[in-house]
């Protein structure tokens, strides 16, 4: 069942046109990810799921059901923001279940849903802590809780991690992930974060200046990005990119340094412009299958003790190599690269639109 429908959607500010003709589906007990650099209209179109965004035109439908016009509490959505937002002089408990003492719901009802949210989350010694005596952690956790205690149909989380340090964001990563399951919600997350996006969400939806570019799972983003800009914002370090012109049966030639070609199992038309990608994690120092070459310079190597990231020239262009081992090349030294053929992308040099029909592989 459809949980969550998206359709047609835009939104304008005076003078802006915020999102451009949205349109989502998303399954019951999904986890969505909306991903995209600062600005592109992320945070939203979260707030017009939530009710706190009039939309322009379009519809969107919770549980079949057109919310256009409704108010937030009649939408059965809880959202949790980027800053925790707790009362300060309200304990833990009071905190999570101000909305339940807002609507008046039984003392027995409001004590035993605060005492399962915080079971939940962990939260079961620190019930009667004000929010100065929490950690960020812990502060998020409370955000949650409060999300929790009205057991809406649908999560909303805007960037809910991005305060905590790096080994807390991972392991309330998983927590938040674990929870989703428990309550067999449906949960929309907003991040900037494409790590984030790809290990949390079931679906991706990829967006920049008010457009969705691509949706799909996480590894059919991966392998098959539709564009470059897609193919250059999903995957850590970034694909590299050379500007490079098609000659006859699949050959491409490098427009920085005409003596380098390359022999892909594309069908494009001689002359025609491109972008070539490469993955830093495709590329190798080891000849492998279905191989193409590439002549390159070391010009550095950054190690993060598990991973080398060697930077090469390439045709007059920096390129990244991500290896799990350690390589014992110096700056400076000439090496071969090699990618299969099977892995390398191409996009068209202005339209930026991937080519992919005329594989004959
Ligand atoms: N009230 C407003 N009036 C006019 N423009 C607005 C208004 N609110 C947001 N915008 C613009 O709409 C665009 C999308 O904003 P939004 O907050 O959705 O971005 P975002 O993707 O969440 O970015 P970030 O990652 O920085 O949070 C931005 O260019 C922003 O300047
Ligand atoms: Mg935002």
């Not at 999300?147 to 990563?173: G, T």
Request: glycine share 8%; hydrophobic share 40%.
């Amino acid at each position: 069942m459809l949980q969550i429908e998206i359709d047609h959607l835009n939104k304008h500010y005076v003078g802006f046109h915020a999102l451009k003709d949205i349109n989502i589906a998303i399954k019951q007990g999904s986890f969505v990810a909306l991903v995209g650099p600062s600005g592109c209209g992320k945070s939203t179109l979260l707030r017009t799921l939530a009710g706190l965004e009039k939309i322009s035109s379009g519809d969107v439908r919770i549980a079949g059901t057109s919310v256009v016009g409704k108010p937030p509490r009649e939408r059965d959505v809880a959202m949790v923001f980027q800053s925790y937002a707790l009362y300060p002089h309200m304990d833990v408990e009071r905190n999570m279940n101000y909305s339940m003492r807002l609507k008046r719901r039984p003392k027995d009802e409001i004590s035993e849903r605060t005492r399962a949210a915080a079971d939940t989350l962990g939260l079961g010694g620190l019930l009667d802590r004000l929010p100065k005596a929490l950690s960020g952690g812990q502060r998020q956790r409370v955000a949650m809780g409060r999300a929790i205690v009205r057991n809406p149909k649908v999560f909303l989380f805007d960037e809910p991690l991005s305060n905590l340090d790096a080994a807390l964001r991972v392991h309330m990563r998983g927590e938040i992930r674990k929870l989703h399951e428990r309550l067999q919600a449906t949960s929309v997350y907003v991040t900037h974060d494409q790590v984030e996006a790809m290990t949390m969400a079931d679906h991706v939806v990829v967006m920049r200046s008010g457009v969705v570019e691509q949706q799909g799972s996480p590894l059919d983003l991966y392998d098959h990005p539709g564009n470059k800009f897609v193919a250059g914002f999903i995957g850590s370090p970034a694909m590299n990119f050379l500007p490079a012109t098609a000659e006859a049966d699949g050959k491409i030639v490098f427009n920085k340094d005409s003596t380098q070609s390359i022999q892909s199992n594309f069908h494009i038309e001689a002359g025609r412009k491109l972008w070539v990608g490469m993955r830093p994690e495709h590329l190798s120092l080891q000849a492998g299958s279905n191989d193409v070459e590439i002549d390159a310079v070391v010009t550095g190597i950054e190690s993060t003790g598990s991973m080398t990231f060697v930077v090469l020239d390439v045709a007059d262009q920096p390129v990244i190599m991500a290896h799990s081992g350690r390589p014992g090349n110096g700056k400076g030294e000439k090496v071969r690269l090699h990618i299969s053929a099977d892995n390398l992308h191409l996009f068209d040099y202005e339209t930026e639109l991937a080519i992919t029909s005329t594989r004959t592989t």
